[in-house]
């Protein structure tokens, strides 16, 4: 081998080793990198990160935009933070503002009521007391509205029994049903679920109150619990006039009243705050109806805790 040769082939060796060299190094830099990139998330997620000096000749600008970027995330959660509190704050003053002078609007009508008044006088009465009343239940479902969705109030889901919730919800509604001579069926076979029962049962009273409010005369309601593998069924079905098809999707919504449904008592924010209470379990609400054949609300609530 000729010395030319030999040249060339060290030459060859050493251009390898230098490529291998700065591969290595050039993994070792993007390795550093990556592992500090996860460790400013990880801060992030945990909400003790802090932005630090960078110097560009040792990080890459993506770390820095990044840094930069959960640097203003952890400024706008404490921001929204902040409002959550002022929110708070002003659900917790209009909820107290508010409940003594409806309780007293409330009592004087009834202290007027027990008076010797003339027919006229009389109704004019009883028509303040249903409007103080109307105005009590919308700031209660407001508040609670409120409270869900700013995440001041939460809800905990926890394994128990559907029956007894279901029975303490019919039992409410009992004098209802027997004024407008409906039949409520309670159909409860011992399972389990996980939920809130508090909330659920507020959630299930709402069903049951639109039940009783739209079905006429002499109809019949039946609320019943049906398990399958994975979740729990309730079911509040009535013998009401139906919801078409073009309103299905937005009785849900939020203040919706329907125009065949002016006449009935409420505000529209029932079932609003029925989808909100169980969603936040990890269930959902569903409508199954055709006008002329009743309506049908299904609450799905799982069997096993997935949140």
């Known amino acids: 081998m000729t010395a030319r040769e030999e040249l060339l082939i060290g030459a060859a060796l050493l251009a390898v080793l230098a490529a291998l060299v700065l591969a290595a190094w050039g993994r070792w830099r993007t390795r550093r990198v990556m592992l500090r990139l996860e460790r400013m998330l990880e801060e992030a997620i945990r909400g003790t990160f802090t932005e630090t000096s960078f110097d560009e000749s040792l990080f890459s600008a993506v770390e820095t935009q990044l840094a930069h970027y959960l640097a203003a995330s952890a400024v706008s959660a404490r921001n929204l933070q902040e409002e959550k509190n002022k929110i708070k704050s002003l659900i917790a003053d209009i909820s107290h503002q508010t409940k003594t002078p409806i309780t007293n609007v409330l009592l004087y009508a009834q202290l007027l009521g027990e008076q010797d008044l003339p027919e006229e006088s009389r109704a004019l009465v009883t028509a303040l007391e249903g409007q103080a009343e109307k105005l009590q239940s919308l700031i209660e479902a407001l508040v609670k509205t409120s409270r869900l969705e700013t995440g001041i109030l939460e809800?905990?889901?926890?394994?128990?029994?559907?029956?007894?919730?279901?029975?303490?919800?019919?039992?409410?509604?009992?004098?209802?049903?027997?004024?407008?001579?409906?039949?409520?069926?309670?159909?409860?076979?011992?399972?389990?679920?996980?939920?809130?029962?508090?909330?659920?049962?507020?959630?299930?009273?709402?069903?049951?109150?639109?039940?009783?409010?739209?079905?006429?005369?002499?109809?019949?309601?039946?609320?019943?619990?049906?398990?399958?593998?994975?979740?729990?069924?309730?079911?509040?079905?009535?013998?009401?006039?139906?919801?078409?098809?073009?309103?299905?999707?937005?009785?849900?919504?939020?203040?919706?009243?329907?125009?065949?449904?002016?006449?009935?008592?409420?505000?529209?924010?029932?079932?609003?705050?029925?989808?909100?209470?169980?969603?936040?379990?990890?269930?959902?609400?569903?409508?199954?109806?055709?006008?002329?054949?009743?309506?049908?609300?299904?609450?799905?609530?799982?069997?096993?805790?997935?949140?």
Not at 200 to 215: G, H, P
Not at 298 to 303: A, E, G, I, Q, T
Request: glycine fraction near 10%; aromatic fraction near 10%; include cysteine.
């Open 155 to 307: 809800l905990h889901p926890r394994p128990g029994l559907l029956g007894p919730m279901l029975e303490d919800a019919a039992a409410q509604f009992a004098p209802k049903t027997a004024a407008k001579e409906l039949t409520l069926r309670v159909i409860a076979p011992e399972m389990r679920a996980v939920f809130d029962a508090k909330w659920t049962e507020e959630a299930v009273c709402n069903l049951l109150d639109n039940a009783v409010k739209y079905t006429p005369a002499g109809g019949s309601i039946t609320l019943e619990a049906i398990a399958y593998e994975l979740f729990c069924r309730i079911d509040v079905t009535d013998t009401g006039p139906g919801i078409p098809e073009a309103e299905q999707a937005r009785v849900f919504q939020r203040f919706y009243r329907s125009a065949a449904a002016y006449e009935a008592e409420g505000v529209g924010i029932g079932l609003y705050l029925s989808r909100q209470i169980v969603q936040g379990q990890g269930g959902y609400l569903k409508v199954f109806s055709r006008p002329g054949y009743g309506a049908k609300f299904s609450m799905y609530l799982p069997r096993e805790t997935n949140l």
